[in-house]
C-alpha cells in the first residue's frame, strides 16, 4: 500500500463496512450515553474484545450530512517549520472553516502539536477533503479528529 493511501477517507454505506467497525461505534455510542459503563463493560455488550476496540476506535466514526453548526477539533504533530502553521491555517481558510480555538506547544526536537477547534459552517466544504489536505501538507505528521460537538 501506497504510504499517500494510508489516511484517505472513504464514505462507504452501512452494509460494505465489516461488524466488528459496526461493533466499534456501538461500543463508543454506548460510553458516550452511558455514565458508568466502562470499556470493558461496552465491548462485552456488543461482543468485541477490548484489543479490536482500541484497534479501530480512532478510526472510524459517524458520518452526519448535517454537520453545520457543529464544532470538531483536531490535533495535529507538526514539524517546527516557519509558515506551516500559517499554511494549515490557510487551507482551513480555503474551506470555509471557522477557527474557534488556536493551541500550538513550544516544539520539541523540532516537533509541536497542534490543537484546533473548527466550527463547520453551510459553507464549510467536504470535512473528509479537509483533512486529506491537512494531512498531506509537507510538515504535517499526523492529523486526528478528536472530537465532533
Known sequence: MDMGEVNKYFVVKQRAVPDVL??????????ETEKVMTIQEATDAVGI??????KYKDDI?????NTQGTT???????DDEPGLLSDVLKIIA????NILTIHQS??????ASLSLSIQVLQSTGDISRMLERLESRKGVRYVKLLARD
Open 94 to 97: 480555503e474551506c470555509h472553516g
Open 72 to 78: 470538531i477539533t483536531l490535533t495535529f504533530q507538526i
Open 49 to 54: 474484545s477490548r484489543s479490536s476496540f482500541y
Open 22 to 31: 459496526l461493533k466499534v461505534m456501538e461500543a463508543k455510542r454506548l460510553l
Open 61 to 65: 466514526f459517524q458520518f452526519h450530512d
Open 106 to 111: 513550544i516544539p520539541i526536537n523540532g516537533v
